[in-house]
């Protein structure tokens, strides 16, 4: 095959063309705008810098970023205690229903997270449906302060993000060669130890990239924060959102996007290593 | 059925009911008679209707339709070719570009949106319609080229080797082989990425402007004032849209 062919050129060339100028391009300028200063007139002023990095360091910022990780990593937890369960017994299920059942947690997957979170709004208000079933059950005897709350914020994520969980973990899960479970059950483990030495180092890159997918979106997450958390409860999507829009210091929300994108790094090893480890039969 | 299967399948259905039960909630109360209270008062198609009556809406909606079919297109186009690419052919540089799809498709939405709206901004294109297109085409691309790969690595090369054979260029065993037989996912990407177009909030709100509202957006910053019963119709159409382009989509790429 000659490099000549003019498909193979097209095809190729589009794809390098948009990657580079619209992946690779935009976020090498997000890491230089980082160092930047911050400019009066202009978004940033030509001369290197750290302040911005500096100032993640600011009690004020850092409780932010701390509030927000915190946050999504309970979701996550969340999601997780919920979704592991939930995958596993999805590939327990008869042939014939899995592929409706799988669908069935696909189709939330796709749809609009914005509307899915404003449909929890409509469930927490005041005089919303849970208080109402609550108030009707006995439960309760005034309604319950629901929404703009931190839990409501992680309800929310949870909720829209669950799906995320899921896919990655059924498939992992799917994967798992059932005769090594009978081969440990055969050797005299026990149910707790079959799980933890056999199960969970096999289905480790689904649980990883599960927790990905469920941790990083939910830090940015500022419309489900500005939804169902009122003014009180601030995620790093919120912060670098404000340095773009109310703050106009674009140097200061580079560098906590950087911050971001190193955090995303850092997961995607842990990934491939753990994914690596898993397909060679190798338990940690 | 034993106790332990019914524990699984109430387990299972809990979980359903955690996934579905405020989308059917917001969907009925779209019909329901009655402005504020939640009390069920009678079917009724009011709020659709007030949604019709809305002419800057309808141009909103129409705006969102219009990006999202674009962009859908022009992804399909450059995604299905690069996927049949990077299925065929060795090259230099292919471990990177794989990763770099790969970190595209993973990044965080907000760290996209500001990426393309650094971009946008050194370049100093005005933001609105075209810069639009250009994110929400560069964030359908990856999700086009992953339903194409996983189609083609199902199917007999010793197709394309026959159509070579009988003298085929490479153009001609693509539009003519290779593309009949990846209909169904290039379909399915086309449906996929119109509805990530469609309810994309996080990269639009930081590269359109006040010149060219879409619905998400606007979903947004109704949202933000108070629920109202227009805003769950809205929804609902939303929803429709969507629910049915994924339905599509998904029988499409589970035929053989």
């Known amino acids: 095959m000659t490099i000549k062919e003019p498909f193979k050129l097209i095809a190729m060339g589009g794809l390098w063309f948009w990657l580079i100028a619209?992946?690779?391009?935009?976020?090498?300028?997000?890491?230089?705008?980082?160092?930047?200063?911050?400019?009066?007139?202009?978004?940033?002023?030509?001369?290197?810098?750290?302040?911005?990095?500096?100032?993640?360091?600011?009690?004020?910022?850092?409780?932010?970023?701390?509030?927000?990780?915190?946050l999504s990593a309970i979701t996550t937890a969340f999601c997780l205690l919920l979704g592991y369960p939930f995958a596993y017994l999805l590939t327990r299920m008869p042939e014939r229903w899995r592929p409706l059942l799988l669908l069935l947690v696909i189709v939330p997957f796709w749809t609009s997270s914005l509307v899915r979170t404003y449909a929890i709004t409509i469930l927490l208000k005041t005089n919303g449906l849970l208080n109402q079933a609550l108030l009707g059950l006995g439960v309760i005897v005034e309604p319950l302060e629901l929404l703009y709350t931190p839990l409501a914020v992680i309800a929310g994520m949870a909720y829209t993000l669950l799906p995320f969980m899921i896919l990655p973990l059924y498939g992992s899960l799917e994967k798992l060669d059932r005769r090594l479970i009978e081969a440990a059950r055969d050797l005299g483990a026990g149910r707790l130890t079959t799980f933890r030495r056999i199960i969970l180092p096999l289905t480790l890159p689904g649980i990883i990239a599960g927790g990905m997918l469920t941790f990083l979106p939910g830090l940015g997450m500022f419309y489900v924060a500005d939804l169902l958390g009122g003014a009180k409860t601030m995620l790093v999507g919120n912060l670098i959102r404000d340095q773009f829009l109310s703050a106009r210091d674009w140097p200061f929300g580079a560098a906590i996007s950087v911050m971001l994108t190193l955090l995303m790094g850092l997961l995607l090893w842990a990934y491939y290593r753990s994914s690596r480890r898993a397909s060679r039969g190798i338990l940690p | 059925m034993n106790l332990k299967r019914l524990a699984e399948w109430m387990y299972l259905l809990l979980i359903y009911g955690f996934l579905y039960l405020p989308i059917l909630v917001l969907i009925v109360y779209s019909f329901n008679d009655s402005k504020y209270s939640l009390e069920w008062r009678g079917l009724t198609w009011q709020w659709y209707q007030n949604l019709l009556d809305d002419p800057d809406l309808l141009q909103t909606a129409l705006n969102s339709a219009l990006i999202a079919t674009l962009s859908a297109t022009v992804a399909t186009a450059i995604g299905a070719m690069a996927a049949v690419a990077i299925h065929r052919y060795a090259f230099f540089g292919k471990p990177l570009l794989n990763a770099l799809l790969f970190v595209l498709m993973m990044t965080p939405d907000i760290v996209m949106g500001i990426a393309l709206l650094i971009l946008f901004a050194s370049l100093s294109l005005p933001l609105g319609f075209w810069t639009l297109l250009l994110a929400h085409i560069t964030f359908n691309i990856p999700f086009v080229v992953v339903t194409v790969l996983s189609r083609i690595s199902g199917f007999d090369p010793h197709l394309i080797e026959a159509a070579r054979d009988l003298g085929a260029t490479e153009f001609q065993t693509f539009r003519q082989v290779i593309l009949p037989l990846l209909a169904p996912a290039v379909v399915a990407g086309w449906l996929l990425s119109f509805t990530l177009s469609m309810d994309d909030v996080m990269v639009s709100f930081f590269v359109t402007g006040p010149s060219f509202e879409i619905l998400p957006l606007k979903i947004y910053s109704m949202v933000r004032l108070g629920v109202t019963p227009e805003i769950n119709a809205l929804c609902t159409i939303m929803l429709g849209v969507t629910?049915?382009?994924?339905?599509?989509?998904q029988s499409l790429l589970r035929k053989k």
């Open chain 2, 243 to 249: 629910l049915s382009m994924i339905l599509i989509a």
């Open chain 1, 22 to 70: 619209f992946a690779l391009l935009p976020n090498l300028l997000v890491i230089i705008a980082s160092v930047l200063e911050r400019g009066a007139d202009e978004f940033v002023v030509f001369a290197f810098t750290l302040d911005s990095y500096r100032r993640l360091l600011d009690p004020l910022y850092l409780g932010v970023l701390l509030d927000s990780l915190q």
